[in-house]
């Protein structure tokens, strides 16, 4: 079975309704490719405008959640919270969260599991930094932070892996699309290796890291690379363009 093409978009920490309405408005505009997936990333507190003003084609991730149901935590939002307005997705990991707030592996795939137990759909980020690369650790480093996940999660269906160098976000400085693929390939070899053929062969796994409408078709074209997650280029009209990136 073939693994359907995923884009998520990552609005981050920015929009307000009026920018909220003119991204609704390219992207219920479209045309988008029917075969691809389309995901945006949302702040909380516009998780459930959105959810009511975009069409239901497109789903809804909230940036972060919490690893227990409710309780004494200022601040959290839980699963159940987001599901409550009709969201069904969640991004985790991402190395923003990872690097400017501390969280670990563990925090992050426990997160996971529960997000994952309450019903919720994962996009969970793994990537490593420019020193990392650099020390020939990427493979060490993005292994580490996948065994973690697989520590806390037996069924992997409902997870879709974001591969994200670090120092490929925000930067302008995309992976090249060999860079990519051989990270993809090496992640999808350790799934077969470390939980199984058959999550190895379905899982999928998106490329994340300045993914623009210029360079998101070669990338596209590897064969282990089955989507992007897309930071500022989501905010733009061109995201209609890395959502086609197939067609
Ligand atoms: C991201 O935030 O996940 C991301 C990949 O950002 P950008 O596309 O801006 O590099």
């Not at 309450?118 to 065994?147: N, P």
Request: charged letters at 20%; proline letters at 4%; aromatic letters at 8%.
């Amino acid at each position: 079975m073939g693994r359907k093409f995923v884009v998520g978009g990552n609005w981050k920490m920015n929009g307000n309704k009026s920018q909220i309405c003119d991204i609704v408005s390219f992207l219920k505009t479209g045309p988008l490719n029917p075969e691809t997936e389309v995901i945006v990333g949302v702040p909380a507190i516009f998780l459930d405008y959105v959810r009511v003003n975009l069409p239901e084609n497109i789903a809804i991730a909230a940036q972060n959640c919490y690893k227990v149901a409710k309780g004494a935590f200022t601040g959290e939002i839980s699963p159940d919270m987001i599901k409550d307005v009709g969201v069904n997705w969640v991004i985790l990991g991402h190395s923003e969260r990872r690097q400017i707030f501390g969280e670990t592996d563990e925090l992050i795939a426990e997160k996971i599991a529960h997000a994952l137990e309450s019903g919720l759909k994962v996009i969970a980020c793994i990537g490593e930094t420019l020193q990392e690369r650099e020390a020939g650790k990427t493979e060490e480093v993005v292994f580490r932070q996948t065994q973690a996940i697989a520590c806390k999660i037996k069924d992997w269906t409902n997870v879709v892996v974001a591969y994200e160098p670090v120092w490929a976000i925000g930067t302008g400085k995309t992976a090249s699309p060999q860079q990519a693929q051989e990270v993809h390939r090496a992640l999808r070899q350790w799934f077969c290796d470390h939980v199984n053929a058959s999550v190895g062969e379905s899982i999928r796994i998106q490329y994340g890291g300045s993914v623009t409408a210029a360079n998101c078709k070669e990338l596209a074209a590897q064969p282990d690379i089955d989507g992007f997650l897309v930071g500022g280029a989501s905010l733009k009209p061109e995201f209609v363009n890395i959502i086609n990136a197939k067609q």
